[in-house]
């Protein structure tokens, strides 16, 4: 499954056998396993983070997919320094991340759409400043880039708003402007449109789309919104578990994890739709239209024989839609006990 | 100046400005909290004339308590208020735990920026913030209980290591309650064991009374305790308690405390993140 890349020299991120795991109190319920518990303490040991290889070249834009607590954010908060790893290497533009160098530190950007970095009762701009003192940004570059980056996103007004009074969105875009101010040369982006209406969130897509197209800068993003990740990134990995669980272009999860199509025909006047089921399994029906869910490897066959017996005024022939094959994905990777042809089916 | 050094003292500068900006967000609770402090000095002037009064009820001013008179007493327990309004930290020690429970402290371990050297600018701009507002009504309450500071005003040398005292005792206090604060790298919850530090505090810091009245063998105990010179040291270097070679010798402790309680922040700030970094972020 794993795509191999052929690379000349290091990779902007390269990832080796990363494995993080930590001990976590095994709390009990009720008031006398909590007594016991302030002696004597069970600890489980929860491996986040099992065994990521991977390979990221510079100007990517490379999605994290996977299921909660599949080890996405574990992985992004390696990569950014504020763990570090029980065994296994990884170097961003050659600094090892949990060093902690301000030289690196200099160099990268986290925003986690969960946490906040702005001075909540302050204006943005003030916040802004302080960051220009932090990273050391000429008084130049500072306001050029300020200027760019709300009138991409559209908040140059809001500027002088203190931070509460801004709405989700808002502070999103807040939040992305002082992560990029210092000109990161890559971004690590945690679920960046959480919570966000979909306005939000496709002003968020389409900036951060034209911002990396320009910039060429390497970006990780974590998300659950699969438009965000079909709008936005090109390779997909699928973390599950703790392990890379699929590395690739987007449009091969659907190859690589459904074996299924979708054929939807619009039937004729006076056309039944009875014995169409011997095709597949009908998905839905609203006469004229059937849908029938059949074998990819058997959709030619299907078709010629539907044309065949039935009449049809058009026909289409699709993928299963994205999302439902990343829930299966899903699934299947969240439980060992499914084989593999559990998912293709 | 070299570059770095500039651009690191810019840094600091900055904390400090957007820090008092901040305060400024919050002028109401800022001004009403400052004012508030100032009540408790009535039913403290009550309190300890009740108490004189009980030993000398036909005439309470010639009443003595190890060496203070009502007066005296008085005059000290404004001097620990000004104390106070440099070594005490409200909400650090629970702001720092907050931070490493929530997950803001990332936020320091990403950016290019020191925990400890942030807080300490933060707390500066409060501290400026706070005597701007507070300098005024000070004045006031020290002008109209001037007749209680029966020894007049000190000498130069006095004078001078009262202020010394006090910036002191704002570098140990802030180190000293960040320490605790810590603490929250280790514990989920440090507001029990910062309750029982300001219990100590507020008792052995001298603030409700002049630690020099206690009997032996407390008041040599309590002379060790970096904690009284949080309050009772400044009070008594002001009054000329503590002179000679006895002031030099506490204000080298006092020095000695606060770069104590700086490494032991360091150390288990390191330590904290250490930990905080292996555990699980």
Redesign the interface.
């Known amino acids: 499954m794993e795509v191999v890349r052929i690379l000349g020299g290091m990779s902007i991120i390269q990832i080796d056998h990363l494995v993080k795991s ?3 109190y095994q709390k009990k319920e009720g008031l006398r396993e909590a007594l016991r518990g302030l002696f004597h303490r069970e600890y489980k040991t929860v491996e ?1 983070v099992r065994d990521v290889s991977l390979k990221v070249e510079a100007g990517e834009f490379v999605a994290f997919l996977g299921p909660n607590g599949a080890g996405k954010t ?1 992985t992004l ?1 390696l990569l ?5 790893p029980t065994s296994g290497s990884a170097t961003v533009m050659g600094h090892i991340p ?1 060093k ?1 160098e ?1 030289q690196y ?2 160099r990268f ?2 925003v ?1 759409g969960q ?1 906040n ?1 702005l ?1 909540w ?2 204006p943005a701009q ?2 802004f ?8 940004i000429a008084p130049s570059d500072f306001s050029k880039t300020l200027d760019e980056l709300a009138s991409l996103l559209g908040v140059g007004s809001l500027l002088g708003r ?1 931070v509460r009074e801004l709405s989700l969105g808002e502070r999103m875009k807040m939040e992305l402007i002082a992560a990029l101010l210092h000109n990161p040369e890559v971004l690590f982006l945690d679920e960046p449109t959480i919570g966000l209406d979909v306005v939000a969130q496709h002003n968020i897509q389409q900036f951060l789309k034209q911002y990396q197209e320009e910039r060429k800068i390497t970006v990780l993003l974590t998300s659950h919104y699969m438009k965000d990740v079909a709008a936005l990134c090109k390779r997909v990995v699928v973390i599950a578990q703790g392990e890379v669980q699929y590395n690739g272009s987007l449009e091969g999860i659907v190859d690589s994890f459904s074996k299924d199509k979708i054929i939807t025909l619009e039937l004729g006047e006076g056309q039944t739709h009875e014995g169409l089921e011997r095709f597949g399994k009908i998905e839905k029906i609203l006469m004229p239209r059937v849908s029938i869910r059949c074998m990819r490897a058997d959709v030619s066959k299907s078709l010629a024989q539907i044309l065949d017996g039935y009449k049809v005024v058009d026909v289409a022939v699709e993928d299963l839609p994205l999302d439902e094959v990343i829930a299966k994905l899903f699934a299947h990777v969240s439980d060992p006990r499914l084989n593999a042809s559990d998912t293709a089916s | 100046m070299s570059d770095s050094l500039k ?1 690191s003292l ?2 600091r ?3 400090l400005k ?1 820090s008092l ?2 305060r400024m ?2 002028r109401g609770d800022f001004a009403l909290g400052t004012l508030m402090r100032f009540l408790p000095i009535i039913t403290q002037i009550f309190l300890w004339w009740a108490i004189f009064q009980s030993m000398n009820p036909a005439n309470p001013n010639e009443a003595h308590i190890n060496g203070y008179s009502f007066q005296d007493m008085v005059a000290y327990y404004l001097l620990t208020m000004v104390g106070r309004a440099f070594s005490s930290m409200p909400g650090l020690s629970s702001n720092v735990a907050t931070k490493i429970r929530d ?2 402290i ?2 320091f ?5 020191d925990l400890i050297s942030f807080l300490f600018w933060s707390r500066v701009a409060h501290k400026i913030a706070y005597y701007t507002v507070a300098t005024l009504p000070f004045a006031l309450v020290f002008f109209l209980c001037r007749s209680y500071f029966s020894n007049g005003f000190p000498d130069l040398v006095t004078f001078g290591a009262f202020v010394a005292s006090l910036l002191l005792s704002f570098a140990l206090g802030f180190y000293l309650e960040a320490c605790i604060g810590l603490v929250g790298f280790w514990m989920l919850e440090v507001s029990s064991l910062l309750f029982v530090y300001m219990l100590f505090q507020f008792f052995l810091s001298g603030h409700m009374f002049p630690l020099d009245i206690l009997p032996q063998p407390w008041a040599a105990i309590v002379g060790y305790l970096p904690i009284k010179y949080l309050a009772y040291f400044p009070a008594a270097v002001f009054l000329g308690k503590i002179t000679g070679v006895q002031l030099a010798i506490d204000m080298g402790m006092l020095v000695f405390w606060t770069v104590f309680f700086f490494g032991l922040s360091r150390l288990a700030y390191n330590a904290g993140l250490r930990r ?6």
């Open positions: 930590y001990r976590v986040a574990t908060k950014s320094g504020v763990i570090y949990w902690r301000l530190r200099r950007a986290l986690m946490k970095q001075w009762d302050l003030e916040s400043r302080l960051h220009q003192q932090i990273y050391r203190p | 651009s810019a840094i500068w900055y904390i957007t900006a901040e967000a919050y997950g803001e990332k936020k371990l990403v950016q290019p920026v905080y970094s292996g555990y699980g972020g």
